[in-house]
């Protein structure tokens, strides 16, 4: 079964300090999508990056950057110099693939809440 | 481009009452979804539309909820009677079409309380 672990609850760190947060999925597909999200006090889920399972390459965008590795099951998400702003609960997300015209269903960690502090 | 839109965005109500919630996805998107996110934990498909029909309902509590997309538009979801547990944020997302992979947007989710 589908499955993803954020084991880090909550994370609190100092405005510029460097903070990765952890994410392991279990799938049994060849072919999926790790997603994730920030969810803002405000509540809304904002889409941060998506990453197919064919391309293992890391991402930067600004800030941020992304580390695959499917040899460890693993997606991570670092935020360099975190700034107060980047408080927030981040989601860890899997996209499932039960067949034909099916799928896009998330399966989603339990979110990792980070504290930034200045 | 407008994104997900949600109403109400609280709502409080006794246990056994009824309750309905609105989604109007981003406009041209086929896939409607309707997730529950109880506090502390990811959100959980409820129901999955594509255009008006149902997809994937296995997760909907069917004794006392209900969803339904029309026109293939706006989308409302019900709960009657609401439970105790049923206390969450339910979130709307919408995605251009159906299929893995496919990015959802999210609305700003309606926070239920059920007393």
């Known amino acids: 079964a589908q499955k993803v672990t954020q084991a880090q609850t909550e994370i609190s760190v100092v405005e510029k300090e460097d903070v990765t947060l952890d994410c392991v999925y279990e799938t049994r597909d060849t072919t999926y999508y790790l997603f994730w999200y920030k969810q803002p006090p405000s509540g809304e889920l904002v889409f941060l990056i998506r990453r197919n399972s064919f391309d293992e390459q890391n991402e930067i965008s600004g800030r941020y950057s992304w580390n695959f590795q499917k040899s460890t099951s693993s997606f991570n998400f670092t935020i360099t110099a975190s700034q107060v702003v980047d408080s927030a609960v981040y989601f860890c997300?899997?996209?499932?693939?039960?067949?034909?015209?099916?799928?896009?269903?998330?399966?989603f960690g339990q979110g990792t809440e980070l504290s930034v502090k200045p | 481009e407008a994104g997900v839109a949600q109403s109400p965005r609280y709502k409080i109500i006794e246990k056994r009452q009824s309750v309905a919630f609105w989604c109007n996805p981003i406009s041209g998107h086929a896939t409607l979804y309707w997730y529950q996110q109880i506090l502390g934990q990811g959100p959980k498909l409820l129901i999955q539309f594509q255009n008006n029909g149902v997809v994937d309902d296995s997760q909907l509590p069917k004794d006392r909820f209900s969803a339904e997309r029309l026109k293939g538009v706006d989308s409302t979801l019900k709960i009657q009677p609401a439970k105790l547990e049923d206390s969450a944020v339910y979130l709307c997302a919408s995605s251009l079409e159906i299929g893995q992979g496919e990015t959802q947007y999210f609305g700003p989710g309606t926070r239920l309380l059920v007393l």
């Open positions: 997300a899997l996209s499932e693939f039960p067949g034909y015209n099916q799928g896009g269903k998330l399966i």
